[in-house]
C-alpha cells in the first residue's frame, strides 16, 4: 500500500477544502484500515468548517464524521459489534473509541461521556493516526472503536449517513420509550436528523406525525416518510403561529411527543408546543438555550440528547434494511468527489441541499 493517501482538508476556516496528500498510519494491534466508500455531510460538519464548535487548535483537519468504509487492514483480530470476525473485503462503519473500563463505558453504558471518547472529523492531520476523518481515501479505526458490518441491500451512502444522523435519533427513542397508538409526535425540524426522526416516529406507531420545518422539498420528503401533516416555517415565521398550528392539530392540547431536531435555539418554542404532562426530546445541537421553569410546571418530561452508543449503529443500519419500502434515498441530495467538497459545504451552508455524500475514491 502508498504511504499517503488523498484527502479534503480544512485549513482555514470558512475558506475551499484544499486537496492534500496525508499519510497513512502504522497500524496499532487491532487498528483497521478502510476504504472510504462513502462520507456524509452533516450540520456539525458545516459548523467545523466555519470554526464555530471551538476547534481552532485542529487545523489542518479532515472534515467528516459519516462514513461507511471497506475494510482493507487489520492488524491482529478483530471482531464486529456482534462478535463475527471481520475480514478484508467486509464493508462496516465504526463507533466512537471509548476506553471500555471506566464507569460510564461499564457500569452505565454512557460511552459517549468517557472521559476517552473520541469523535471524528476534526483531528489535525499531522498528528498519529492522521486520519480520523471521513472526506479521505482512507480512514483509520482505532482498536477500541466498536465496528458494525453494513447489510447487504442498504446503500454505501446512507449507510454512512446512519452513523450521525440516524444513530441519533436512535438513541433519542430508546430514551423517550414507548409511543402508544393514540399519541401525536411532533417533529421540530426537517432536516437529515428531522427526516429520519418522522420515519422512526411512524414505524414506532404514532397515531399522527406533524413536521414543522423548511424548505419546501424537504417537507416533501418527510411526507413521503410518513408525516401526516408539516409547516413551513419560512411561510408561519411568528413562533406563536406555529405553536398555535400544533394545537390546532390536537384539538387544543398540544403533542403528546415532541422532537426537536433542528437547533437549541428552538426548545423554548418547541416546548409550548407539547401538552401538559408530555414529553419533550431535544436531538438537534447548535445555540444556546434554557430550559423555561414554566414548562417544568407543566409537568413535561424533558430528555437532552447529544450522540449515541454503538448499538445505536446497528440499530440505524438495520433500521434501513428492514424497511427498504421507505424512500430513503431522498435524504441524499447529491454526489461530489473530494474536489467538489467545497461546492458540498457551500450548498449545505445555505439550505440547498439536505445531505450530500463525497466519494472519495470517485462516483
Known amino acids: 500500500m502508498a504511504e499517503t493517501c488523498r484527502a479534503a482538508v480544512i485549513s ?11 499519510q497513512i498510519p502504522d497500524l496499532e494491534n487491532g487498528g483497521m484500515l478502510a476504504r472510504v466508500e462513502a462520507a456524509t455531510l452533516c450540520g456539525t460538519d458545516v459548523h467545523r468548517w ?20 471497506t475494510v482493507t487492514e487489520i492488524k491482529g483480530s478483530r471482531t464486529d459489534l456482534l462478535g463475527r470476525p471481520l475480514e478484508r473485503g467486509d464493508r462496516v462503519l465504526w463507533a466512537y473509541p471509548s476506553c471500555g473500563r471506566c464507569y460510564y463505558c461499564t457500569v452505565a453504558r454512557q460511552h459517549t461521556l468517557c472521559a476517552e471518547k473520541r469523535s471524528w472529523g476534526h483531528q489535525k492531520i499531522d498528528e498519529y493516526p492522521y486520519l480520523l476523518g471521513g472526506l479521505a481515501e482512507y480512514q483509520y479505526a482505532p482498536p477500541t472503536s466498536a465496528v458494525i458490518t453494513v447489510p447487504d441491500g442498504v446503500s454505501s451512502p446512507l449507510a454512512a449517513s ?7 435519533v436512535m438513541s433519542g427513542f430508546e430514551r423517550l420509550g414507548a409511543i402508544a397508538s393514540h399519541e401525536t409526535v411532533v417533529v421540530q425540524g426537517a432536516g437529515p436528523l428531522g427526516l429520519y426522526a418522522t420515519a422512526v416516529a411512524r414505524d414506532h406507531g404514532a397515531h ?23 409547516l413551513n416555517i419560512e411561510e408561519l415565521s411568528d413562533p406563536k ?5 400544533v394545537r390546532d392539530q390536537t384539538d387544543g392540547r398540544g403533542g403528546d411527543v415532541v422532537i426537536q431536531v433542528a437547533s437549541g435555539e428552538s426548545v423554548g418554542e418547541g416546548l409550548q408546543m407539547v401538552r401538559p ?9 447548535g445555540g444556546s438555550h434554557a430550559v423555561p421553569l414554566e414548562a417544568l ?27 427498504r419500502s421507505l ?32 466519494q472519495p475514491q470517485g462516483a
Open 50 to 69: 466555519h470554526g464555530s464548535l471551538g476547534i481552532a487548535g485542529s487545523l489542518p483537519f479532515i472534515p467528516g464524521h459519516e462514513t461507511c468504509g
Open 327 to 358: 424512500p430513503f434515498e431522498q435524504i441524499i441530495t447529491g454526489t461530489y468527489s473530494l474536489e467538489g467538497a467545497s461546492e458540498a459545504f457551500r450548498l449545505m451552508a445555505e439550505y440547498k441541499i439536505v445531505k450530500p455524500v463525497i
Open 297 to 323: 410546571g407543566r409537568g413535561i418530561s424533558y430528555v437532552n440528547i447529544q450522540q449515541a452508543e454503538p448499538r445505536h449503529w446497528l440499530q440505524a443500519v438495520d433500521f434501513l434494511a428492514s424497511r
Open 162 to 168: 446512519a452513523a450521525c444522523a440516524l444513530r441519533t
Open 12 to 22: 482555514k476556516f470558512n475558506e475551499p477544502l484544499e486537496i492534500r496528500q496525508v
Open 208 to 230: 399522527r406525525v406533524l413536521v414543522a420545518g423548511a424548505p419546501t422539498a424537504r417537507l416533501s420528503v418527510a411526507k413521503q416518510l410518513g408525516g401526516d401533516a408539516v
Open 277 to 285: 404532562g408530555g414529553r419533550y426530546v431535544s436531538i438537534g445541537g
Open 241 to 245: 403561529d406555529r405553536i398555535a398550528w
